[in-house]
């Protein structure tokens, strides 16, 4: 991740949180639209889960350029979600349905460069969970 990538991030990531719990709750529409299947995975209240989402997203988000905090936090996170069942190739889905909530919420500001950049970031972010999921099994 280059400092442009990254600033793309964050200044789009910018545009969504006033309206973190609607992104939220497109979020896991997009996911359940994509895959009914995860729905069973969430047990706990949507509104909360998404909070959460959000906390993680804006976390991540500005510590982009600080991988020394960044990396033990995702692979904690990693360790958890593969304990909650998650499987490497719902990693796709959710970056598919992070991009779509990205694209529906950004509107213009969607731009061929944020989604490259985001897409980009979220496969670093992803990679890092699912090795250390690999690692937990």
Known sequence: MNDHTISLVRESFDLVTPIA???AALFYANLFEADPQL???FKGDMVVQGHSLMQMLELAVNMLDQPHVLVPALQDLGRR????GAQDHHYDTVGGALLKTLRQGLGAAWAPDVEEAWTEVY???????????????
């Open 39 to 41: 729905k069973p995975l």
């Open 21 to 23: 719990p609607q992104a």
């Open 81 to 84: 979600h593969a304990g909650y």
């Open 123 to 137: 496969g670093v972010l992803a990679g890092t969970m699912k090795e250390s999921a690999v690692v937990a099994a």
